[in-house]
């Protein structure tokens, strides 16, 4: 279930002594996992109306959108994309000193954002910055809409910088860093390694969950923000969970908009979304997404500590199983840790979370309403 869902928790206390074929069946799970998800973002979830993901629907009236080949043959190139991305960051980690069976499974969990690894110490295992950095680059790279290759392949050469969801992925990214490390400059400057800080960043937004540094001892604040971060997630349409990053955007707008109402009464105000309007019924599925994401996270947690976990391995548990990041915090779970010696109960709440988390919530419970299907 950690696999399919691109989840990367694992309960192998000692991944180095695996089969080979047991590594690469992780690693194809998750790759199967990312794209399986990316191809129903963008060609199911919109009609299904859910959790505001009709906003990226392939047929609407915006000019930008004609050039856009039919749901068949976008499947297609989206499954082309994927999988040329996925050699070239295998080919990436060869030259940079990898063997063939690590860059061959790292590269395919790295493109899907899974983070599974063949080491115990996951990346951080190779001790290489140039490694680091590729994964990165191909997380990034991972976490970006798909939709967006597609409208660039089309003739659209602007998308990557124009649209909105990617710039403030960015923005989420440096800000994250710049905050952290500023934090540990100042409170701990012997943790400060803006290496570390990157990678880790960029890994738990993505919700990958590659590991290179023992992030427990940065101090309080750093976990309260990969905790946010966790929740947060990248671009709708990307391989990545969470609440995801447009969904937050028109929150904030609607906010936003709320509060210069109060302020100029008889003003008028439309809520915009890639310089297009958004309707109510839109933002009343997006509120209503977000209401559930944290009632079931809630639930989860509460669950957990039912079962005997501490506080931080339970709300930690429960974020990263509905979120998908693979990691939790803490000393049982956290970086470097596993879920091996969680009760049997406590894992199967916890694949319930992932479940829930990497099919949107309510896609699930929208397939069991009789009215959907007579729709």
């Not at 590594?23 to 998750?30: C, E, G, P, Y």
């Not at 129903?40 to 990226?56: E, K, R």
């Not at 943790?191 to 590991?211: A, C, D, P």
């Not at 809520?271 to 944290?294: C, T």
Request: include cysteine.
């Amino acid at each position: 279930m950690s696999g399919i869902t691109t989840t990367g928790s694992t309960i192998i206390p000692n991944l180095e002594t695996m089969p080979k074929g047991i590594l690469l069946w992780r690693a194809i799970l998750q790759w199967l996992g990312g794209i399986g998800i990316i191809v129903m973002a963008i060609t199911l979830m919109p009609i299904m109306n859910v959790g505001g993901m009709q906003l990226f629907k392939i047929s609407n009236n915006d000019s930008s959108e004609k050039i856009l080949p039919k749901s068949k043959e976008i499947a297609l190139r989206l499954i082309f994309i994927y999988s040329g991305l996925t050699a070239l960051c295998a080919l990436a980690y060869k030259i940079l000193g990898m063997g063939f069976f690590d860059s061959l499974t790292h590269a395919m969990t790295t493109i899907a954002t899974g983070g599974f690894s063949n080491y115990n110490e996951s990346i951080g295992f190779f001790n290489s910055f140039s490694i680091e950095i590729a994964a990165m680059i191909f997380i990034i790279l991972g976490s970006l809409p798909f939709i967006a290759y597609i409208k660039f392949l089309s003739g659209n050469k602007k998308i990557f910088f124009s649209d909105i969801q990617i710039k403030t992925f960015f923005k989420i990214i440096f800000f994250s860093i710049a905050i952290l490390s500023i934090y540990l400059s100042i409170n701990n400057s012997i943790q400060l390694n803006l290496r570390s800080i990157f990678f880790n960043v960029v890994s738990i937004l993505t919700g990958t969950g590659y590991v290179n540094a023992q992030f427990d001892n940065w101090g309080g604040f750093p976990l309260i923000l990969f905790l946010g971060l966790m929740f947060i997630g990248g671009c709708a349409g990307s391989t990545t969970c969470g609440i995801k990053i447009f969904r937050i955007q028109i929150i904030y707008s609607f906010i936003s908009n709320q509060l210069k109402k109060i302020i100029y009464p008889k003003g008028i105000f439309v809520l915009k979304y890639n310089q297009n309007p958004v309707d109510n019924k839109f933002i009343a599925s997006i509120i209503s997404f977000i209401y559930m994401y944290f009632v079931i996270f809630f639930v989860i947690a509460a669950l957990l500590s039912v079962t005997g976990l501490d506080f931080i391995t339970s709300i930690s548990g429960a974020a990263t199983s509905i979120s998908n990041v693979g990691p939790g915090l803490g000393s049982i779970i956290g970086p470097n840790g596993n879920f091996s010696s969680l009760p049997d109960i406590s894992k199967w709440i916890l694949s319930l979370g992932m479940i829930l988390g990497r099919l949107e919530l309510f896609a699930i419970l929208v397939l069991f309403l009789p009215s959907f299907w007579r729709d």
